[in-house]
């Protein structure tokens, strides 16, 4: 784990059928758990195949990345590691379906300049 211990781990490569309860379970055996989040599609709700889960200390953290990274689960292998910080949004580019803000075509996206304006009269 890196210098500045995270107590919060990332658990990737999980079959898509796994409950939280399950991830707990598993994680308990190194330590406390205080939370489980399975992160899922926010149109169909079903999960999109990993989760974070956040140990009760950082020491706990450690031994679970170590005991449960690679580690099989329904045929398929855990990665398992420390979680990097959430980082903010850009508040345009989740509300702009990803185009980054600007005019309705994504004008202004582009280092390259636009062509002129061609009117058919």
Same mark, same amino acid.
């Given at each position: 784990? +890196?210098? #500045?211990?995270?107590?919060?781990?990332? !658990?990737?490569?999980?079959?898509?059928?796994?409950?939280?309860?399950?991830?707990?379970?598993?994680?308990?055996? @190194? /330590?406390? !758990?205080? +939370?489980?989040?399975?992160?899922? &599609?926010?149109? #169909? /709700?079903? +999960?999109? $195949?990993?989760? @974070? !889960?956040?140990?009760?200390?950082?020491?706990?953290?450690?031994?679970? !990345?170590? /005991?449960?990274?690679?580690?099989?689960?329904? %045929?398929? #292998?855990?990665?398992?590691?420390?979680?990097?910080?959430? *980082?903010?949004? &850009?508040?345009? @580019?989740? *509300?702009? $379906?990803?185009? %980054?803000? /600007?005019?309705?075509? $994504?004008? $202004? *996206?582009?280092?390259?300049?636009?062509?002129?304006?061609? &009117? @058919?009269?």
């Amino acid at each position: 784990m +890196s210098q #500045t211990a995270n107590k919060k781990l990332y !658990v990737g490569s999980l079959p898509y059928s796994t409950t939280e309860d399950e991830i707990r379970e598993l994680f308990e055996a @190194f /330590g406390p !758990v205080e +939370s489980v989040r399975i992160i899922t &599609d926010k149109f #169909t /709700g079903m +999960s999109k $195949g990993f989760a @974070f !889960v956040e140990m009760a200390n950082t020491d706990d953290a450690r031994k679970a !990345v170590e /005991g449960m990274n690679g580690k099989q689960l329904n %045929g398929r #292998t855990l990665i398992v590691n420390e979680a990097r910080p959430e *980082q903010r949004r &850009d508040r345009a @580019f989740s *509300q702009e $379906g990803g185009r %980054g803000g /600007g005019d309705r075509w $994504g004008g $202004g *996206q582009s280092d390259r300049p636009r062509r002129p304006r061609r &009117d @058919f009269n």
